[in-house]
């Protein structure tokens, strides 16, 4: 069974950069055919996807927070990494880790999600 743990702090000041860890446990971030995402949701908003980094370490990211966003990995802790620059407040969110499946299409497991909010 995969299950996935983001870890991070929860009050993040304007300005400054968040940063969320993922850790996997019960598979190998490096197998084969399967994307490591950071997935958001604002609140009272959808879904919405950030960007991944790959079994390979190929990464890619939603173009509207490209500019600002960097996912890294650490295959010795099973552990890949969000970065995100320049916060403000419409960055409060509640913040996935999830696995894509590139087999079966579609996202197989999910972190339970840590809030994280934006103030001064």
């Avoid at 069974?1 to 969320?20: A, H, I, N």
């Avoid at 995402?37 to 939603?62: F, H, K, V």
């Amino acid at each position: 069974q995969v299950q996935l743990q983001e870890s991070g702090p929860d009050l993040v000041k304007p300005s400054q950069t968040l940063s969320l860890t993922c850790t996997v446990s019960g598979g190998s971030i490096t197998t084969n055919n399967y994307y490591w995402n950071w997935i958001r949701q604002p609140p009272g908003q959808g879904l919405e996807y950030m960007g991944y980094i790959s079994y390979s370490g190929s990464s890619d990211y939603s173009p509207s927070l490209k500019s600002r966003t960097s996912i890294s990995r650490d295959t010795s802790k099973n552990q890949f990494t969000l970065q995100l620059s320049s916060v403000t407040p419409e960055d409060t969110a509640v913040y996935y880790c999830a696995r894509f499946n590139g087999v079966g299409m579609l996202y197989d497991y999910w972190g339970q999600g840590t809030q994280v909010t934006v103030s001064s």
